[in-house]
């Protein structure tokens, strides 16, 4: 297995699509950083207006935290494009090229390969956010420093510099889920295409209808909305609520979890079946 | 029985008599002058924002004043300060530039306190109305002030044991109106139905606790 796993990861490092995400999002973190450091304070001001005309505010707004939260939030929308051009092509492009006609041949069970690119999706998956994370927290670092973390949704909420680690690390957690959805997605449609436009498009295209029927269909599809998984993509936002709601964060877990296994199950089960006779 | 009722109630007229004896100019002038009095010193401070739709723990930190006005808080993280210092506001008023009345005294957690509300004669003056009360030691308990900018504040004040009237705990009250973030900022694309549209005005407090003055 392991030796089908870095067989797989060796397939990907060589492409070169693999460091089109990466840098997209490095060059997205330096641009919005170097951005953040001109135009930050009127941002800020603009946002926090109404508490500027009643206190006075002391202390280091723009931060590392400040601007890794706000590239998380703007990012994990984008970010599912990015995914889906690696792991989309990850069967369906040995389907086009017929190389997955030889692995199939190969003393494994397909069982075995299906779950090699499965687990080499995964760590490019994680790669790609810890990425995001790191570099946003680290360059943020260099360019403001820490600080407490001001969050405004329905109230604001300011969080401690030293409160905010282990929320970082559970929203980065529901966030990776939220994209192994993503993930475990492109797969299942890429075991069923035979070229790479089908997965890639087909991901991208039902993330996007349902991010729009989730907002303008809002008051139509209310009721269902919980289990759609597009709704918990920003979910990870649950971690920086003052009082965390649990039953929201297990809910979002769950439903999430079940995405990713019924995704990863209809694939295993169309690829052991699949004919590489035709 | 009637001679101590009546020597009782000649002891209390006295009283009051005295505590009213000097005008109340001179009285919010005695004010001024005592909180003009206090040299430099540095202090801990405890903050504590009660809003209810700010989430923000305890901060803590050192406070700096230097005469005349220059007070410098260094609080550990992000906080949220008090717009107004309200000795520094009344230090300043030049009592001259204010009508001057006296109101019913008032009792302010549990001092007696002379009323007295300013009314500036100036229309261009940034105070449109305040009120201060004045206790026995001549040291304002209780502040209102209604600005052109900032709206209502009202301070209550509480003060140290010690030779200068510096505050052991000032409680500012305010009034706030709610935030309205547009969702796509927020993230929560799905709060563009939510049917609340106006900003709700809240009362809110900020509490400031002193402790370890050190005057220089």
């Given at each position: ?272 079946n699949k004919d590489i006779l035709s | 029985m009637k001679i101590f009722i009546n020597l009782f109630l000649i002891s209390i007229l006295t009283i009051v008599a005295n505590a009213q004896s000097i005008s109340k100019e001179e009285l919010l002038s005695l004010s001024i002058k005592q909180l003009k009095s206090i040299p430099n010193y540095t202090c801990d401070v405890e903050l504590k924002v009660d809003v209810e739709f ?153 509490l400031l606790n002193y402790s370890n003055y050190s005057f220089k």
């Amino acid at each position: 297995m392991l030796k089908l796993i870095k067989l797989e990861l060796f397939k990907i490092l060589t492409r070169p699509r693999t460091y089109i995400g990466f840098g997209a999002v490095i060059f997205i973190v330096l641009a919005f950083q170097i951005s953040l450091y001109f135009q930050g304070k009127a941002v800020v001001s603009f946002i926090l207006d109404n508490l500027e005309n009643t206190f006075q505010m002391a202390g280091n707004i723009i931060n590392a935290n400040l601007a890794t939260y706000i590239l998380l939030n703007g990012l994990l929308i984008h970010i599912p494009i990015l995914i889906c051009l690696v792991t989309g092509d990850i069967i369906s492009g040995e389907a086009s090229s017929g190389t997955i006609r030889i692995w199939l041949q190969k003393p494994y069970s397909r069982s075995k390969i299906f779950f090699a690119k499965v687990i080499t999706s995964v760590i490019y998956t994680i790669s790609l956010l810890l990425v995001l994370g790191l570099f946003s927290y680290i360059l943020g670092y260099l360019m403001f420093g820490f600080g407490d973390l001001v969050v405004v949704k329905q109230g604001v909420s300011i969080f401690n510099q030293d409160d905010l680690f282990w929320r970082f690390s559970y929203a980065f957690l529901i966030g990776a889920t939220s994209m192994l959805v993503v993930t475990s997605l492109s797969i299942m449609i890429s075991s069923f295409a035979t070229n790479s436009i089908v997965p890639i498009v087909g991901t991208i295209a039902i993330i996007i209808v349902l991010n729009v029927l989730t907002i303008l269909g809002y008051t139509v599809f209310e009721p269902i909305l919980p289990y759609v998984f597009t709704t918990h993509f920003n979910r990870w936002q649950l971690m920086f609520d003052y009082d965390l709601n649990y039953n929201e964060i297990a809910q979002t877990f769950i439903v999430q979890s079940f995405y990713i296994l019924l995704f990863l199950a209809i694939g295993l089960i169309h690829f052991k079946n699949k004919d590489i006779l035709s | 029985m009637k001679i101590f009722i009546n020597l009782f109630l000649i002891s209390i007229l006295t009283i009051v008599a005295n505590a009213q004896s000097i005008s109340k100019e001179e009285l919010l002038s005695l004010s001024i002058k005592q909180l003009k009095s206090i040299p430099n010193y540095t202090c801990d401070v405890e903050l504590k924002v009660d809003v209810e739709f700010i989430k923000i723990g305890e901060r803590k930190g050192k406070l700096s004043y230097i005469k005349p006005d220059s007070l410098k808080y260094d609080i550990e993280g992000f906080a949220l300060l008090p717009k107004e210092d309200p000795l520094t506001k009344i230090k300043n008023l030049n009592i001259k530039n204010y009508t001057i009345i006296e109101l019913e005294s008032e009792s302010i957690s549990n001092e007696l306190c002379r009323n007295i509300k300013i009314v500036p004669n100036n229309t261009d003056d940034d105070i449109i109305l305040g009120q201060v009360w004045i206790d026995k030691k001549n040291n304002i308990r209780q502040l209102s002030i209604f600005t052109k900018e900032q709206g209502k504040f009202d301070f209550l004040i509480d003060y140290m044991n010690y030779k200068y009237p510096v505050p052991q705990k000032i409680t500012v009250m305010f009034d706030i109106k709610d935030m309205k973030i547009p969702p796509g900022m927020t993230g929560e694309l799905n709060k563009f139905y939510n049917k609340e549209k106006k900003q709700k005005t809240t009362s809110g407090k900020i509490l400031l606790n002193y402790s370890n003055y050190s005057f220089k």
